[in-house]
């Protein structure tokens, strides 16, 4: 069952921008790591960008970074992911997660997830 709920999944040409968000932080109590997550058609989940909260520290997977923004609004409890410049191969699921455990980078390192939103770039 999931437990976040994400939103601002769509169908955008090459070059299009999306915002998604994630809601539901607040029933958690480890909430140091909130991050964007995604799953190509047939691979495996992969993550996006990911903040720490405790010191602000922001990762990005190096196919996101400079085009994708990730940031977190503490006081609405709410995780964005401004996509900008989507490209073909950022078609994906996309899914936030919190309640992490070890480094807070790999996927299985994650306890809680959302029930994804899709997102398909045209060329």
């Known amino acids: 069952q999931a437990q976040l709920a994400e939103s601002g999944g769509g169908s955008v040409e090459t070059g299009g921008s999306l915002r998604l968000s994630c809601i539901g932080f607040e029933r958690y109590q480890n909430r140091a790591c909130m991050g964007w997550f995604r799953q190509p058609p047939g691979k495996e989940r992969e993550g996006v960008a990911i903040v720490y909260i405790h010191d602000g520290d922001k990762w990005y997977d190096h196919s996101v970074e400079g085009r994708f923004i990730v940031s977190a609004d503490t006081a609405k409890n709410t995780l964005y992911l401004q996509m900008n410049g989507l490209q073909p191969e950022d078609t994906a699921m996309y899914f936030c997660?919190?309640?992490?455990?070890?480094?807070?980078?790999?996927?299985?390192?994650?306890?809680?997830w959302g029930q994804g939103t899709q997102v398909t770039v045209a060329s």
């Open positions: 997660a919190t309640d992490c455990r070890g480094q807070g980078r790999r996927p299985d390192e994650f306890l809680i």
